[in-house]
């Protein structure tokens, strides 16, 4: 069998592919370095704590919407944990489950770094598109997504 290899443009587009998801994190991660001592990784669980109506999450969750896996998460809890910016708790509901939730300070946390941030991502993502690039970008990145989790167990809503 002959080996199908990337075509010139599909080379391009996979190449320039990982060099952004490669730079757009750390690009982000050293802004919030930067304003608030906190990396990327901890802004999202943060991010994602205070977009819940409780400010809680389980941990197994959390894990699932920071794409982080249940260790990682561990360590980055408990990190913010040291920082008093959230606390971990038993769920309510059934006794068993473990409870990340957001602390008042945490909170506080987000709402002074989170206009920073959505203007770092404006500026290395979005600023160098056009509109229309921008709608063919995300159509692309739907598409990408909906053929590698058709069933959608990866990913969250």
């Not at 709402?111 to 941030?117: C, D, E, I, M, N």
């Amino acid at each position: 069998m002959t080996q199908r290899w990337l075509d010139e443009r599909q080379q391009r587009t996979w190449r320039a592919w990982l060099t952004v998801s490669e730079l757009l994190p750390r690009t982000l991660d050293a802004q919030l370095q930067r304003d608030a001592g906190i990396s990327l990784a901890a802004y999202v669980v943060l991010a994602m704590l205070s977009e819940s109506p409780t400010r809680s999450r389980r941990m197994s969750d959390l894990a699932r919407r920071a794409n982080q896996s249940q260790s990682r998460l561990s360590h980055t809890v408990a990190r913010l944990e040291e920082r008093g910016w959230v606390r971990r708790e038993r769920s309510a509901e059934d006794g068993r489950g473990n409870l990340a939730v957001l602390t008042e300070s945490g909170w506080e946390i987000v709402r002074s770094v989170a206009p920073g941030h959505v203007d770092a991502v404006r500026e290395a993502m979005f600023a160098p598109l056009t509109e229309e690039q921008t709608e063919a970008f995300g159509q692309a990145l739907d598409a990408i997504v909906e053929r590698i989790d058709p069933d959608r167990s990866l990913r969250v809503d």
